[in-house]
């Protein structure tokens, strides 16, 4: 039953949604008042942070920079090797280079022009 709700709302406020999951899950909260604890961060270990993965529960990237597009990690590649085996799709997203990851912080000029400028700007001063 919620998880019809979930679909449903996802489509009603796409238009308006960045972080569709977290957007809807707090949506559900807070409509059907249901309490919220905090877990533990093994819950929700993001491996960027750094520290030691082998007691997480789930392995969350919540940054752009997904893991699995920058760092070579010998775990989510064996892992995603058994799901390939066990029928899943392969991973076809764009695998960043090292130019990509020494430059993804630079404003787009065409997007951001006065950002990149006071990028520009800060790098010559």
Known sequence: MQTNWC????????????????GIINLMIKENN????????????????G???SKAFILHTYCPEKFWNYWDIKEWNQNNKQWVKMGGSEYTGKKYSWWDR????????????????KYICRGIL
């Open 34 to 49: 249901i309490e919220v604890h905090r877990l533990h961060w093994n819950y929700n270990f993001n491996p960027a942070c």
């Open 51 to 53: 520290g030691d993965t």
């Open 7 to 22: 679909y449903q709302k996802t489509i009603e406020y796409a238009p308006y949604l960045i972080s569709a999951d977290q």
């Open 102 to 117: 020494k430059f993804r912080d630079v404003p787009n000029p065409l997007k951001r022009t006065r950002s990149f400028i």
